[in-house]
């Protein structure tokens, strides 16, 4: 059974705006570095084979977030790939509402991937703090493996932490080299098709 709904979330909805990718794609850039964002063809590719999702949560008519997500459908798997909360109501807790919404969404899944950059210089050292305050407060745990992803437009490898929240496995599960590589293959086919081995790199733990 899933985790009973606060009288809060009760009051929040969330509606699938995948229709909407073009739109919403732009948005992106008003809340991630160009660098973080996927080209929109490729999260075009993941939605034509209904692996993406674009969904939009609403307190009534007020916008209170935004989530794009991969389904990793063969592993069970959701990878949130952004997440964000309208300026005007950050700091109010809606972050942990919209997740926890999220996780009432896909309760057969097995576990909530977030890559999350370290702070490897002062102008990401806010946001990257920011980030991990948040997922840590929701209970996700780092996986031990070291990872890298090929930024976008570049030909440069950019070093990720990887953050799994359990939903079926046991909250202490310890992930294998294979277990990971196999969620990671499924995740890069879901958005760079055959082109996906480049994507990323991840070194024996």
């Known amino acids: 059974m899933g985790e009973k709904r606060t009288q809060k979330e009760e009051t929040i909805n969330a509606i699938d705006f995948t229709k909407y990718l073009n739109e919403e794609y732009k948005k992106l850039f008003n809340e991630f570095p160009a660098e973080e964002i996927f080209p929109i063809e490729n999260i075009q590719f993941a939605c034509k084979n209904d692996n993406y999702k674009i969904i939009k949560f609403f307190n009534g008519e007020l916008l ?47 576990g909530i991937i977030v890559e999350v950059e370290p702070s490897n210089t002062d102008d990401l050292k806010d946001i990257t703090n920011r980030r991990l305050k948040y997922y840590k407060d929701l209970d996700f745990n780092i996986l031990n493996c070291r990872y890298k992803i090929l930024q976008t437009g570049t030909d440069i490898y950019q070093e990720m932490l990887l953050y ?3 939903l079926n496995n046991p909250t202490n599960y310890i992930y294998t080299y294979n277990e990971i590589t196999e969620i990671l293959n499924e995740y890069y086919t879901n958005i760079f098709d055959t ?4 994507q990323y790199q991840l070194l024996k733990l």
């Open 164 to 166: 799994m929240y359990n």
């Open 195 to 198: 082109d996906y081995e480049k």
């Open 64 to 110: 209170v977030g935004t989530a794009f997500v991969t389904l990793l459908k063969k592993s069970k798997y959701l990878v949130i790939n952004y997440i964000y909360i309208e300026k005007e109501l950050r700091g109010k807790g809606y972050g942990h509402i919209v997740f926890n919404i999220l996780k009432s969404k896909f309760t057969d899944y097995r």
